[in-house]
């Protein structure tokens, strides 16, 4: 019982320190964003690729922790900046670089205190513009028993009888954080977790998956341009599940039609338990369809 607690009081300990991370990582998405909207009013159009790609990734931050309205200011931010000339992009830029301080304040004040961080109203700098207000926290594994975790497991297992072969790809290392504890801890799958579309692609020339899951924005391919690569290696890659865990959908993201079926689309924010759920939920799908097609 005591090795239980202990492994309990482990594992809580690290999804406090993520959560944490996570927090201080909207701060620094903020003030990138932040900065991109300035550039882009002074005229530096590249910094339109930067708002999107930072925009989507401060979405999926915000959002797996409850902090709805950063979640709806950076979305709102992505829009006006596509437009020309951005309506109030720079007023709306700082409410919310001043609102993830906030944000991160409180998480700072709450670690020092040894309390929970709580969201609370953070003030709204132009009238367009949302303020965080008090959310409910997200509902987490956290309070889980290591017994209970391991019912959570799905009992759909790889080809060869063991643990579903996944591999997971994120650009930012809190994400990255919280895709290894969801998948090897609480699913209990056999993950990889590369940084980039480029190691992943690697990693499917020296073994199978059964699952790949990618986020939609990576560094040096987004989501599509890696599915049309993994394709092209043929043979089991050609129906492999390709998941696009995205904070947008493929409507907002202009790729409806355009990608390389399989592909299954889960959204950001995620719940880790809902996640290891709906994974194994899609490979057994696509066995079942694989199993219908008739042979030529």
């Known amino acids: ?3 239980e607690d202990e492994r309990r009081r482990a594992f809580e300990e690290r999804l406090a320190e993520l959560k944490r991370k996570m927090e201080a990582g909207l701060v620094t998405r903020a003030k990138t964003l932040r900065d991109a909207a300035a550039r882009l009013l002074s005229g530096d159009e590249s ?4 708002i999107k790609h930072e925009s989507h990734k401060l979405r999926g931050i915000a959002g797996s922790y409850g902090y709805q309205e950063l979640t709806e200011m950076a979305g709102e931010l992505e829009q006006r900046a596509s437009l020309s000339p951005p309506p109030l992009l720079g007023q709306l830029a700082n409410s919310l670089a001043q609102a993830a301080e906030d944000v991160g304040a409180r998480s700072a004040a709450a670690q020092n205190e040894g309390k929970a961080s709580t969201p609370a109203p953070a003030p709204a700098r132009v009238s367009s513009a949302p303020s965080v207000r008090s959310v409910p926290s997200v509902p987490s594994v956290s309070s889980r028993s290591p017994r209970s975790r391991a019912s ?16 997971a790809m994120d650009d ?8 290894r504890l969801t998948l090897r801890d609480i699913g209990g799958f056999d993950a990889v977790i590369v940084t980039s579309a480029k190691q ?8 199978e998956f059964d699952v790949v899951i990618s986020d ?15 394709r092209q290696r043929g043979g089991w890659a050609l129906r492999l599940p390709i998941v696009i865990l995205s904070a947008a959908t493929a409507d907002e993201l202009g790729w409806q039609g355009n990608l390389s079926e399989p592909i299954e689309w889960l959204r950001k924010p995620f719940m880790p338990s809902t996640l290891v759920k709906d994974v194994a939920k899609i490979v057994e799908k696509h066995r079942t369809k694989k199993r219908s097609v008739p042979a030529p």
């Not at 939609?216 to 993994?230: I, L, Q, S, V």
């Open 216 to 230: 939609a924005m990576m560094p040096d391919m987004n989501g599509m341009e890696f599915a049309a690569a993994a």
């Open 1 to 3: 019982m005591a090795e």
């Open 172 to 179: 930012d290392p809190t994400t990255l954080r919280l895709l």
């Open 47 to 50: 910094a339109r690729k930067e």
């Open 200 to 207: 992943a692609l690697e990693e499917m020339r020296t073994r």
């Open 152 to 167: 959570l497991r799905p009992k759909v297992k790889a080809a060869d009888g063991g643990a579903l072969r996944v591999l």
